[in-house]
């Protein structure tokens, strides 16, 4: 038999269940008067997840599940029920337990209570829940074709009671371990309601039916990344346009030999400036040397990044662009690296761009080719 020891979440009521053909769960008053407390939440905690791990024995077999004691919350709302799986459910099988569960509530199976003795009750096949003691009287729970039961607690008198089963989620909370969120009855409906005015609304924004919404937004997708493609190549090509004119700025290598380009190219992200870089790069000849920066805008204002490109016959002679741009980099307050022929960095701070440019330019200087 699988047996679970679930932990509490709802104030002087106790929690425990067994699996036996299917889950049955049941709720004991810590004290007295919880009655009325026990009408208003019964039809949600109690046993609103008949066949609810049976259901992952179904699809996963013992193998998947094994004598894992998983972890099962109840509350008024909600239940949560943690198990070993080493993979994400499939909305398919999501669905299915869904289905399985829904259709075990639907039964309409009615429950019953007895007090008798303990010996008579063990005799008679009820299940004592693990790490639990009781009295020499006990109360049996029975659920007809679904499980007998020592429990001091209230029972929904009929499964029917419970209402609609739903889950919310599925996700996973360690390695191997995944957890189902799920609500019933009201609580259900209520969700449901929620999730049904989100889909009317993005079917009245995107204008189309509510069962076409999961295509439109694909189609969506789909133009975003086209058109983001283009942008890129736009301000790519833009990039090399600014890079032609800045050749003709480039200054004499050490020694007067080669050339040595340090300068800003505003309004270019991270891979237009590459881009700019080995262009100009190619245009310098060999040996050549080029660092160049441009400033963040909208959300990366204040932000700068940096690119190096230096020619073979330079890092032949020592200097690389990933020591460089990073040593650039710290003055704006940031970092970076790549290889040594070309590589990039960005900077938190904007306003120490010229010190940065101007230690870039020194120290190209200072390198001789």
């Known amino acids: 038999m699988f047996q679970v020891s679930p932990c ?3 104030p002087s009521v106790s929690l ?29 905690l109690a046993c609103f997840v008949p066949g609810f791990v049976n259901c992952f024995l179904a699809f996963f077999g013992t193998r ?12 008024c709302y909600c239940c949560r029920f943690d198990f070993n799986l080493n993979r994400a459910m499939t909305p398919e099988e999501v669905s299915a337990v869904e289905g399985l569960v829904n259709g075990w509530v639907a039964e309409a199976t009615p429950t019953s209570t007895a007090v008798m003795d303990l010996s008579e009750a063990r005799a008679a096949g009820a299940t004592a829940m693990f790490g639990e003691k009781y009295d020499d009287v006990v109360r049996v729970v029975r659920v007809p074709g679904v499980s007998m039961e020592l429990c001091g607690g209230t029972h929904v008198s009929n499964t029917a009671e419970i209402g609609t089963f739903k889950v919310v989620s599925e996700s996973g909370v360690a390695s191997g371990v995944r957890r189902i969120e799920a609500v019933a009855g ?18 009245s924004n995107l204008r189309v039916k509510a069962e076409d919404v999961p295509t439109r937004v694909v189609a969506l997708q789909d133009e975003l990344k086209a058109t983001s493609k283009q942008l890129a190549d736009a301000k790519a090509q833009l990039a090399v346009a ?20 340090v300068a800003e190219l505003p309004g270019l992200d991270g891979k237009a400036l590459q881009e700019a870089a080995v262009s100009l790069l190619s245009q310098l000849g060999d040996p050549a040397a080029v660092l160049l920066a441009s400033k963040g805008e909208g959300d990366a204002a204040g932000k700068v990044s940096f690119v190096a490109a230096l020619s073979p016959q330079v890092v032949k002679g020592g200097l690389q662009a990933g020591k460089l741009v990073g040593m650039v980099a710290k003055v704006c307050g940031g970092g970076g690296g790549g290889k040594p022929g070309l590589a990039q960095a960005g900077g938190k701070d904007a306003t120490k761009l010229p010190q940065a440019l101007q230690l870039a330019k020194d120290a190209i200087m200072a390198a001789g080719f």
């Open 186 to 203: 009201q609580a259900a409906v209520e969700y449901l309601q929620r999730v049904d005015g989100v889909v009317r609304q993005l079917a």
């Open 8 to 10: 509490l979440l709802v």
């Open 16 to 44: 425990s269940c067994c699996i036996h053909t299917r889950l049955a769960l049941h709720m004991c008053p810590a004290q007295a008067g919880l009655a009325a407390l026990h009408k208003q939440l019964i039809w949600l």
């Open 242 to 261: 600014k890079a032609g004119a800045l050749a003709s700025q480039a200054q004499p290598g050490p020694g007067g030999s080669g050339r040595v380009l």
């Open 64 to 75: 998947a599940i094994k004598a894992c004691q998983p972890s099962l919350t109840i509350c």
